[in-house]
């Protein structure tokens, strides 16, 4: 229907003006302006002025009202007047020496950060061992002290050096002229300028005396070669020159003497270069508890505490054919074995033996004597002509002094370096007989528990911070100079000692000078500076002489065979109190990257416990973290955790010294407990052995492990063989499949440089310094121990310890066979570094949503923090968990305080090496600085990078060489070399992920008829 | 369609007498239209309650790292990855039911699509949430978009799966969520119609100017007909992506090329055991007994059948392959999952999985409201540990022994889940309060055909077979809301 109306848009419409039709046919009734718009003068229309102005007036004041918000101020100041040496961003060297070894200092800008091992140390060079490697953290310590305090009525009050020195010199003054005796407390002084001040102190005091002590004593040692052959000395071992190396519970790739030494000498004889030569040295270990030299062991016994003397006494016989009562091992056939067929392998190798024990007990190393210079041992692998100074503590010397002070004879006693107080056998004694002292001084660098039972404490600086010098062996001088201006008011304890003692040289940078240019340098004609640059000064070892034995050893033999009695038997079980890799004697219990480093064995972090073989534990009737009171026949009592250790001697149990300090700081107060009062003193020295009384308590408390299961499941994943079968194919052990590989991936180019890395299980000794250099050098958190039990340590690399039980069927590694297996005792053991293996078909980096992980063109896998969002799919499909998360904000969250969560502490790390914000995936980067740094240098130098330019952190705290880090496009390098070897497997090559590290098999020198 | 008779020997799809269009509109709109009851309250304050503890516990985590979960070096994926496969699995009962359904002209999904598809996109939120919690910076979580950025040329990794599940679960929230609202505008309209005031504002905009004219409806069902062509291949995709997430990996018991087709039907199980669980209860409070039938109950209890056996299936096969594969670490991680320290989690998702669904070939099971509920709810529990157990077991003990760890939870892994769960039903219960549960416009295109007043009108007629008649009452019998003396009467 249409609609008749019409409506009218308007009146035009209606008159049907002609405009309007005209118009009417257009789209637009009247023309758009558009036109207008856009010709020249619609295009160029000028901004009117008071537009302008008024945009002007505005932005102005906007601009304005934004600039009054007060803007953070960064002070960054620049150096008024530079320091000729210091470049912002490149590192300057330092020598120095920790603890007599010869060491470099990088500092940045000032700042400590890292320790290496001195290239120039010559037969004395070697990596550095976890202490070293930590030692820059302590430097960083906000629990130190940062002035020197007097101590009235229990408090610590900060005060000036004035008020210190006139109170002590007042103090010594009187002990001095009442006739007091004055007593400087220390552990063992190696340092040729220590000494002279002391004894300018002694001159300016003649009632003063050096008291040496060590924590762990080796007095033992020292009065055996004393009584043996007058020399009271630590002799000097040399593993490298031992074909055949049997210790009876000397842990001497740990903390006997000299560790890092042992090692290197210890390895030279078993890593791939000698293996190439086919050439590897024998191992024989009888210990109670599982040391980290026995888990290195090619044969390992486990013998009873009690049964150590009696299997000494049968090698002594079965060696000479004498027979010195007490020699039966009737309760331990497998030790009875083993000793007769040791004491052939030791004749036979006659001269090429070393034997070790230990033993702090004097007569078991007089026996040992007997048996080394029976063997052929002195000149060859003892030598007591170039002796070590490492330790010179004397056990009866420091009881004496108890006795003293309890007799009130001391005036005035000085802890240099010392803390009886917390690691004295007999700390209650000390500590009752200390009270009766009128005058204490300590010389530590905080208020421990020494300090806070003294007068004053004069507080020391750090070692990075202090003039020095060492003399670990004979003509082995290192000096120690400082690296960074002494951070609190602290002044060096020789320093201290000369003004107390009114000497005419205080500035102790001078007496340390002036007494090397007066004794050490004219001998090897060197200036003052030239030694600065070396660090060193090394004098041709004096020809080692043969000695013979010539004394009756009936009297030793009694000896032993009453200690041997001593422990009781029965419900009674043998403890051995040792020191373990990363705690020692406590003395860095604050440090926390040595709290988390594990220890190498039980893989414990932040804990000591209770070792307890799996027999033993059954027979106590308890189970794995079960806290059991461990009561000592001295009474002493402590309750521990206890840890299932494979490997343990039936009977015994272990605990760690270094543990449950009270007064060391922040990070190490009441971590584990103390076990230095299980030490007794009997017979003139220390004894770290004792009988206890364990009975569960009832209570539950989980160790923080970083590694829970211990077995490696017959898998690919270690490789290993015996000797005999190396020499026959060097290959053995290593059989590869034949499998054809396909691949979905196009390869990598690596024009350039493809950076891969070689580990030799047969090296690697497992201490764990890498752990630490790594932490060091990378700006690892530490997370503590609640973080660690929930398995979230942030380490990059990681020494995994796989534990597989020897029987008669050949090695059984598998979780659900083990559980069936009856004997536990006879263990060996493999430990293997792992770390990111820098894959060519990295599974990390398909995965990554973000691109945060990927490729780069010479061979390594990249982490781009800043990308990261976390998803941690990449850990997830990593087939190495190698990867690690940022939980948490490690470095500034109130929870984690016993790390970087001050500026001060901040102050150690590596700026070049950013730190990494919470929810953001880590891993080892191959140390890329260090990569970019090497390639950097080359390039400024105008050559080729060259092979060894480039080391890696862990690479180079590395004693054993285990780790070798190299270019593999150059055929030549080190590395290509390894890499070539019939030992070289890749973990998990058959999921075809082409991982960059080749770990070359564990070869055993086991002997078929020495297997127990 | 209302032309012709549907056949007598169909079920009804409608029970009820005296039920015509304005009945329908009332009964189903009557939930939106009235105060709520009590039953409705209590179960939001719980649900809000829920949801209040996923909001402390997602800005505790936001606050304090994911180290607030109890994931660790080993196990990095645990509760969050668990809880979003599970949340997703369960959205794909939804899309199945509007598309899949719909194209092969399965009426019966008339009265069950709305409230299944507003599960979906409920459980897909709820999935998301996840996808960004579990980031350890999650405020970066859109680079995961391939957006233009400052950056330069960076990029996201097409390789990475994770990219796949982004354009996964974006593309399969966008089409649901687009699927479901273009259902939704009749109804919103009815609404809109029948208000006043504010609320015939708020639905009036909402329902986009919806006029109900011929043209507007024939637009409605080819968009509705396009959508569903679009959904259909998300049903099999979207669960084959997530799926991938493992498949593509090389840890043991993840690197599985089973995996999209086991995925899958794990996922269509889950939901349809996740729209049970909703619509027993919905239909007894809202009372919608005539609406969502026995007929339909049964129907989606056969689904669970047959989606749980293939389940089973794929169980099976995995521990074949495993063992035929003769690779050490596939078998170890089998062996482990069954015999290692989780095998209560293996043998939880067993029972649940593939035992218990079996229990429906029994005709007295599969028409008991309350032991479809129960089981509707145990196979849920199962699929949860399915994920579990798929992700946390093969993760705890992989390549390299001397990493094997265990994952226990912390509160707040268990509090992200259950306030999941909350938030979950929070919004749920707010949609059945403000939107009609029941697609009222398709329900009313079966009145006329499959409703039992329909069908009873066909036999007074008496046109139809007897022997067809008698079979077709006997089918009445399971129906709780037939009034069975009716039919004695004829």
């Not at chain 1, 007058?230 to 031992?242: E, M, Q, S």
């Not at chain 1, 009988?691 to 492990?705: F, H, R």
């Amino acid at each position: 229907m249409e609609s008749n109306k019409k409506y009218w848009k308007g009146l035009e419409e209606y008159n049907n003006t002609p405009d309007f039709v005209k118009n009417n046919k257009n789209e637009f009734a009247e023309p758009l302006p558009i036109e207008d718009v856009l010709n020249e003068a619609g295009l160029s229309t000028v901004t009117p002025r008071r537009d302008f102005l008024k945009a002007l007036g505005f932005g102005l004041g906007a601009v304005t009202l934004a600039a009054c918000q007060t803007a953070p101020v960064h002070k960054s100041i620049p150096y008024l007047v530079k320091p000729e040496e210091v470049t912002p961003g490149i590192p300057n060297y330092y020598t120095s020496s920790f603890n007599g070894q010869s060491i470099l200092v990088k500092t940045r800008e000032g700042r400590p950060i890292k320790i290496e091992p001195n290239p120039n140390a010559g037969q004395f060079f070697r990596g550095t061992d976890a202490r070293a490697q930590a030692s820059v953290l302590d430097l960083y310590d906000v629990s130190k002290l940062k002035a020197p305090a007097l101590v009235k009525d229990g408090k610590v009050e900060e005060t000036t050096w004035a008020k210190i020195d006139s109170f002590v010199k007042g103090e010594l003054a009187k002990a001095q002229a009442g006739g007091k005796k004055i007593r400087i407390v220390s552990s063992t002084v190696s340092s040729p300028s220590t000494n002279a001040v002391i004894a300018q102190f002694i001159s300016k005091y003649p009632a003063a005396k050096l008291v040496q002590y060590d924590a762990v004593s080796y007095t033992g040692i020292i009065q055996a070669n004393q009584n043996s052959f007058g020399k009271a000395v630590l002799p000097k071992y040399n593993f490298d020159k031992a074909d055949l190396i049997v210790s009876f519970g000397a842990d001497f790739l740990g903390t006997w003497i000299s560790g890092e030494e042992f090692t290197a000498q210890y390895t030279a004889n078993r890593n791939y270069k000698s293996l190439e030569n086919k050439k590897m040295s024998r191992h024989i270990q009888f210990e109670s508890g599982m040391s980290l030299t026995g888990t290195n062991a090619d044969t390992r016994v486990p013998v009873k505490l009690s049964e150590e003397g009696p299997a000494l006494i049968a090698l002594y016989n079965a060696i000479t054919g004498n027979a010195l009562p007490g020699g039966t091992l009737g309760n331990n056939a497998t030790a009875d074995k083993v000793i007769k067929l040791v004491a052939k392998e030791l004749v036979q190798a006659k001269g090429k033996g070393l034997v070790v024990c230990g033993s702090n007990d004097v007569s078991t190393q007089i026996l040992v004597n007997a048996i080394n210079a029976a063997v052929g041992s002195y000149g060859t692998t003892i030598d007591l002509d170039n002796p070590c100074y490492l330790y010179a503590g004397n056990d009866a010397e420091f009881n004496g002094l108890v006795a003293e002070m309890n007799r009130g004879e001391v005036g005035a006693v000085l802890f240099l370096n010392s803390n009886p107080v917390y690691d004295a056998a007999n700390a209650k004694a000390f500590t009752d007989a200390l009270a009766k002292v009128p005058a204490k001084i300590s010389f530590s660098d905080r208020a421990d528990e020494t300090a806070t039972a003294c007068d004053a404490i004069a507080i020391n600086h750090n070692y990075l911070e202090s003039w020095g010098d060492a003399n670990a062996y004979e003509g082995y001088y290192s000096i120690v100079q400082p690296t960074i201006n002494p951070v609190f008011n602290s002044r060096q304890a020789e320093e201290s000692l000369l003004t107390w003692a009114d000497a005419p040289v205080k500035d102790y940078y001078q007496f340390v000078r002036s007494n090397w240019e007066a004794k050490m340098l004219p001998a090897v004609g060197l200036k003052w500076e030239e030694v600065l640059e070396k660090g060193v000064v090394t004098s041709a070892a004096k020809p080692a002489g043969a000695y013979s034995f010539t004394q009756s050893l009936a009297q030793v033999a009694t000896s032993i065979a009453n200690s041997s009695k001593a422990f009781k038997g029965g419900d009674q079980i043998e403890l051995q109190v040792y020191e373990n890799v990363p705690m020692r004697d406590g003395k860095n219990a604050n440090n926390a990257f040595l709290q988390e480093l594990p220890d190498p064995v039980s893989k414990v972090t932040w804990d000591n416990f209770v070792a307890l073989a799996p027999k033993t534990a059954e027979k106590l009737k308890v189970k794995e973290f079960d806290v059991v009171s461990v009561k000592g026949s001295n009474g002493y009592a402590v309750e521990l955790p206890v840890l299932i250790q494979p490997g343990q001697a039936q009977g015994t149990a272990s605990i760690a010294l270094g543990y449950g300090r009270t007064k060391v700081g922040k990070a190490g107060n009441d971590v584990g407990k103390n076990a230095f009062p299980f030490v007794s003193f009997a017979n003139g020295t220390m004894q770290y052995a004792t009988n206890v009384t364990i009975t569960p308590t009832g209570g539950y408390y989980e160790l923080a492990q970083t590694q829970t299961h211990h077995s490696f499941e017959g898998r690919a994943v270690i490789k290993e063989a015996t000797f005999a079968a190396y020499l026959k194919n060097a290959g053995a052990g290593n059989e590869k499949g034949e499998h054809k590989n396909y691949d979905l991936w196009d390869q990598y180019e690596k024009p350039g440089n493809n950076w891969v890395m070689a580990i030799d299980l047969n090296a690697c000794t497992g201490c764990g310094s890498c752990v630490v250099a790594c932490n060091v050098e990378n700006n690892i958190p530490v997370v503590g121990r609640d973080e660690v039990r929930r398995r979230r340590e942030m380490h990059w690399i990681r020494i995994d310890r796989y534990y597989s039980y020897e029987t008669k069927n050949g090695d059984v590694t598998k979780e659900k066979e083990i559980a069936k297996l009856e004997d536990l005792d006879h263990v060996s053991v493999v430990h293997q570094p792992m770390l990111c293996q820098h894959c060519d078909h990295a599974p990390c980096e398909t995965v990554c949503p973000v691109l945060a992980t990927v490729h780069s063109s010479d061979g390594l896998n990249h982490m781009a923090y800043n990308r990261c969002v976390g998803t941690r799919y990449c850990a997830n499909n990593c087939p190495y968990k190698v990867r690690r998360f940022n939980w948490f904000n490690y470095w500034n969250d109130s929870r984690f305080d016993n790390y970087l969560n001050n500026e001060f502490t901040q102050l150690v790390l590596n700026p070049d090496v950013t730190t990494r914000s919470r929810g953001v995936m880590e891993k080892c980067s191959m140390c890329i600085q260090r990569i970019q740094g090497g390639k950097l240098q080359a390039k400024l130098e105008k050559r080729p990078l060259k092979d060894g330019d480039i080391k890696m952190a862990c690479q180079e705290a590395c004693s054993a060489n285990a780790i070798v880090f190299g270019d593999s496009n150059d055929p030549n390098s080190e590395v290509s070399k390894a890499l070539r070897s019939e030992r070289i497997y890749y973990v998990l090559e058959e999921i075809n992920v082409k991982p960059g590290i080749g770990y070359m098999t564990k070869i055993r020198n086991t002997d078929t008829t020495v297997q127990a | 369609m209302s032309g012709h008779n549907e056949s007598i020997l169909r079920e009804p799809l409608i029970t009820g007498d005296n039920i015509t269009y304005a009945k329908i509109t009332d009964d189903i709109l009557s939930p939106v239209e009235n105060k709520p009851n009590k039953a409705w309250w209590i179960g939001f304050i719980v649900a809000s309650l829920g949801a209040l503890l996923w909001v402390v516990a997602v800005s505790y985590t936001f606050w304090n790292g994911i180290g607030a979960w109890g994931l660790n070096k080993t196990v990095g994926w645990a509760w969050d990855i668990t809880g979003f496969v599970w949340w997703v699995g369960i959205g794909h009962a939804g899309t199945l039911i509007s598309a899949v359904l719909l194209l092969f002209r399965q009426n019966w999904r008339n009265s069950i699509n709305r409230s299944a598809e507003a599960m979906t996109i409920f459980a897909v939120i709820c999935a998301a949430t996840y996808v960004v919690s579990h980031m350890g910076r999650p405020w970066l979580a859109y680079w995961v978009l391939p957006l233009p950025n400052q950056f330069g040329s960076l990029w996201v990794n097409f390789n990475s799966p994770l990219v796949w599940d982004m354009f996964a679960i974006s593309t399969y929230f966008s089409v649901s969520l687009l699927f479901w609202y273009t259902g939704l505008l009749p109804d919103i309209a009815t609404i809109r119609d029948r208000a006043v005031g504010t609320r015939r504002k708020i639905y009036s905009i909402f329902s986009f100017g919806w006029s109900g004219s011929v043209k507007t409806w024939q637009r409605f069902e080819a968009v509705s007909l396009i959508l569903a062509g679009i959904s259909t291949p998300l049903v099999l995709s979207v669960h084959t992506i997530v799926s991938m997430d493992f498949a593509t990996s090389v840890i043991p018991g993840w690197h599985t090329t089973i995996f999209p087709p086991y995925f899958v039907a794990g996922a269509i199980f889950s939901g349809f055991a996740m729209v049970l669980t909703l619509l027993l209860v919905a239909r007894k409070v809202l009372g919608l007994e005539n609406y969502i039938t026995m007929f339909h109950i049964e129907s989606m209890n056969k689904i669970i059948i047959l989606t749980g056996s293939i389940v089973g299936v794929a169980y099976l096969t995995e521990f074949f392959i495993a063992w035929y594969s003769g690779s050490e670490y596939e078998q170890y991680a089998f062996i482990n999952r069954s015999t290692g320290p989780y095998w209560w989690s293996y043998w939880m998702m067993m029972t649940c999985n593939v035992i218990s669904p079996q229990l429906l070939w029994f005709k007295k099971i599969r028409l008991s409201i309350k032991a479809t509920w129960i089981l509707s709810i145990v196979v849920n529990v199962g699929m949860w540990f399915e994920r579990f157990v798929i992700i946390v077991t093969s993760l705890h003990r992989d390549y390299i022994p001397s990493s094997w760890a265990m994952f226990y939870p912390t509160w707040v892994d268990i509090s992200v889940f259950v306030g999941s769960i909350g938030l979950f039903f929070t919004l749920f219960l707010l949609f059945l309060r403000v939107l009609p549960s029941i697609a009222i416009a398709e329900v009313k295109l079966l009145l006329k055909s499959a409703s039992e007043q329909a069908k009873m009108k066909q036999i007074k007629e008496g046109h139809e077979n007897k022997e067809y008649v008698t079979e077709y009452i006997e089918s009445l019998e399971k129906f709780d809301s037939v009034k069975q003396e009716d039919y004695a009467k004829i």
